[in-house]
């Protein structure tokens, strides 16, 4: 998963010499990776940019999050270590 937060707009400066537009991002991101959500944040981080957008994606090709078995797992863990110091 990946959390990305970006200023969007803006002159270009030194520091960021290539400000992103929200196609150029998404272009970039969906090379790899499959949008989840997106939200626009009307206050960037940086006062020289236009706004912030804020992206949660994942790697094209992965499943989708798998819930664990959380009480079986500490019960075969259990089973593990109690053997261990048989």
């Not at 010499?17 to 090379?31: G, N, V």
């Not at 706004?51 to 094209?60: D, E, F």
Request: net charge negative; charged share 30%; proline share 7%.
């Amino acid at each position: 998963m990946l959390f990305l937060s970006v200023d969007i707009g803006g002159e270009p400066t030194p520091d960021e010499p290539s400000p992103f537009d929200e196609e150029s991002l998404r272009e970039l991101l969906e090379e790899q990776m499959e949008i989840i959500a997106r939200q626009q944040a009307p206050k960037p981080h940086s006062e020289w940019r236009e706004y912030s957008v804020r992206i949660l994606a994942r790697r094209k090709g992965t499943a989708a999050a798998v819930t664990l078995d959380k009480a079986s797992l500490l019960r075969q863990y259990e089973v593990s270590i109690g053997a261990a110091g048989e």
